[in-house]
C-alpha cells in the first residue's frame, strides 16, 4: 500500500517517449483503508532534474 506523499518510479534503461499514462485506482470504502487520491502529478527526468508534466491532462473516472 501506498501511504500519503509516497509515489511509484518506473525507469526504462533507455530515454523513451512517453505519450500516455493511465492510473487505475482502488477504493474499498466501507471494506478497508484505501481510497483514492485527492490529487496526482506526473514528473519526468530532464537532465537529472525532475519535472512536473504542466500539460494538461484529461482524467476519468
Do not use: A, H
Amino acid at each position: 500500500m501506498l501511504l500519503i506523499g509516497s509515489g511509484i518510479q518506473i525507469q526504462f534503461d533507455v530515454p523513451k517517449e512517453i505519450s500516455q499514462v493511465e492510473i487505475y485506482w482502488f477504493d474499498d470504502t466501507g471494506i478497508g483503508e484505501r481510497r483514492i487520491p485527492k490529487s496526482w502529478k506526473v514528473f519526468y527526468d530532464e537532465d537529472g532534474k525532475w519535472r512536473q508534466v504542466l500539460k494538461p491532462y484529461e482524467l476519468k473516472n
